[in-house]
């Protein structure tokens, strides 16, 4: 019985250091020597989001009057021109590279929201797209969702909820006017069926949020993050963030995040920002984008690092000096020309195109601490 309760730890002793090989293995790639550069990528128009498919073709979905997607099968080194997704309509955030089926989903409202929805499907890796049912249940006070305008969804990967898409929203009260701030709030939707049918999950705790982020963690929980859009709110000049442990369908545990700025500091509005996770195995490293100044415009968009799932965020890095807006963040997949790069579609001298910024956790490790934490020595780590 002790031999075999030996052979039993020393078993368990190797499924774990394999693991966490396999683990600092997924995150060499993000590292080496520092790597940045930017192409511009659009003239006109508004509203990013930035997704990786299953071949590992960098997505970047734009548009506020039509949507449009450009491509690129190099990791982001050349781009094909425009393709139509929607030739009117307005973008509505959440984009869906769904690592299982290969399919991608686009929202698009007819405009600004709340108004009508329709998704549209890809089944060749963003080259064609079409019109796709959808059905989505309202949330527990009746309301259903809104789709603008959020960061790209995701797949959840870890059970009991493997295989589930999962996009932030937003509830707009009966129209998006300054009186119905106070009564707006951010949620979630997501799906177990591909796409085709979503439930509404409980509204975020606090209200007066709107335009929100989420990625899941190691354990499985689900890490929310949300702009705030009432002037009138706490700390209305800071982030918000809350936690999932039940697949997306409620929310808990929210609080203000002192460490990163809503948009800029010359006033109190907000901006949608950029969420992604480097995609290892254990540890939590988060990147977030948002702009970094104290003027009353939008300008310097900047990126965040957190280490421990969105507790701390020790260090930035600003990626542009010029005026710009609302961002996406997506990290490369593994085995294919995106691995180890992170990808940022940002807005640009505001509202009147976007560049495309790409760079490794190298870079961003050269940045500017915060004081919020500790930063990990990653680099000695993962020679």
Known sequence: MHRLRSFDLSLLTLMLLTIQTHADERLKPFLGAPAFDKKRLFDDQRYPNVVVSRRGTVLAVWGNSGVVVRRSEDGGQT??????????????????????????????????PPAPLTLYRSQDDGQSWNAAPITIQPDAQGNVPSMHMNEHGITLTRPPHRGRLIRASRFYAVRNGQETWPEQYTNAIYSDDGGRTWQTSAPFPEKGT???????????????????????????RRRRDASSVDGGASWKNWRIIDALPDGDQGRAYG??????????TQQDILIFSNLDTDAAHRERVTVWASFDGGDTWPIKRLVDP?????????AGRANTSTEGWIYLHYEHDPFKGA?????????????????????????????
């Open 322 to 330: 010029g005026r710009s807006g609302y961002s996406s963040l997506v």
């Open 271 to 280: 901006c949608m920002g950029g969420l992604t996770r480097i995609p290892t």
């Open 210 to 236: 709107g335009e929100a982020a989420l990625v899941e963690l190691s354990d499985g929980s689900l890490y929310y993050n949300s702009r705030m859009h009432w002037p009138k709110g706490p700390k209305n």
């Open 79 to 112: 781009w094909e021109a425009p393709i139509t997704i929607a030739e009117e309509g307005y973008h509505g955030g959440g984009t869906i590279a769904d690592p299982n089926t290969g399919d991608i989903l686009v929202f698009v409202e007819d405009r600004q």
């Open 355 to 383: 560049h495309l910024a790409r760079f490794n956790l190298s870079w961003l490790l050269e940045g500017e601490l915060t004081g919020d934490g500790n930063v990990p020595d990653l680099q000695t780590a993962h020679p």
